[in-house]
């Protein structure tokens, strides 16, 4: 591993663990290990089916965005390289590493490698964006939960970049692409953008597209309700479907390792105010941590799998 790879690692999980040291100093840890060996099993078993489910779906729209320019990805391999991919991004310290290990896998199957890379770019891409679409339609009522404040600025600050990146996106062919000193990369960043602007502006693939983050994202915020209830958490579904885009979002941003540290700070303080106890709301959110962590095992024994063939 190289130097800079060891210190970008080294300092995601400094940044993970002085984030969970932060919320020790107001949370009964006895009581929330408590909640955790009394979590009820059976909502934790269906989280994790859904979430299963969930990844056979997300490749289902890999393979729409990815047939537009490159044609040829079967869904049965587009699903077993998701399934890795998802154990990958819980694995590895960049919440995006999954992305990574989708390219490794496929990489020698495809002759156009700017499409390749850029479909799976466009697919992560237009997943966040239904997040940061979940995110803006709830901002008044996380404005409402939070009392607006510094958390509030930030998180419209956060949404307010993500919507330029995706600007830049959509148009870096003729911005980005002309202003670049390297020919590779100007053709590259050309080609990725005008193969993103080909997806939005294609309506019938587009709202395919669409359909599908939307059942996505209400599922696995529904398998995120279902964490709660096993701790008998008092959350309601509604509650779950405003606060818990916001936190995606944030925990989205590759500074700690998998995000554990900002999901754990995020829930905590965002339910907190919602009157949830933070003994409970942590015990939550580890909780989904370790849910997401069991999912991706399909995806481990299909890794060993498809090495050794």
């Known amino acids: 591993m190289k130097r800079k790879s060891v210190v970008s690692l080294l300092v995601k999980l400094a940044i993970s663990a002085i984030l969970v040291a932060v919320l020790s100093f107001g949370i009964d840890f006895g009581e929330t290990f408590s909640t955790i060996a009394h979590a009820d099993l059976i909502d934790l078993a269906l989280s994790m ?112 970049v993500a919507y330029v990146c995706y600007a830049i996106a959509i148009t870096s062919d003729l911005l980005l692409a002309r202003w670049t000193p390297f020919p590779a990369l100007a053709r590259f960043t050309a080609g990725f953008s005008k193969a993103f602007r080909a997806v939005i502006t294609s309506p019938a693939l587009f709202a395919k597209i669409l359909a599908i983050g939307l059942i996505y994202q209400l599922a696995f915020l529904y398998s995120i309700f279902l964490v709660f209830e096993s701790v008998d958490a008092s959350v309601s579904f509604l509650e779950v479907l405003i606060l818990m885009p916001a936190i995606q979002l944030i925990s989205s941003i590759p500074v700690s390792y998998s995000g554990w540290g900002v999901r754990e700070q995020s829930i905590v303080f965002a339910f907190g105010m919602a009157g949830l106890a933070s003994s409970t709301a942590f015990a939550a959110s580890v909780l989904m941590g370790l849910v997401f962590i069991v999912a991706g095992f399909p995806g481990a024994i299909l890794w060993f799998i498809f090495r050794r063939s």
């Open 49 to 160: 089916v859904i979430l299963m489910a969930l990844i056979a779906l997300g490749a289902l729209r890999w393979k729409l965005v990815s047939d537009l320019q490159n044609p040829g990805l079967p869904l049965g391999r587009a699903t077993v390289v998701m399934l890795i991919g998802w154990f990958f991004n819980q694995a590895l310290p960049s919440t995006i590493g999954g992305d990574v290990v989708r390219g490794h896998l496929l990489w020698n199957d495809y002759l156009d490698k700017t499409k390749f890379v850029s479909a799976i770019m466009i697919d992560r891409l237009i997943g966040l964006f239904v997040v940061v679409v979940f995110t803006t339609v709830f901002l008044s009522d996380i404005d409402e939960t939070l009392g607006g404040g510094l958390p509030y600025i930030g998180l419209l600050v956060l949404v307010g």
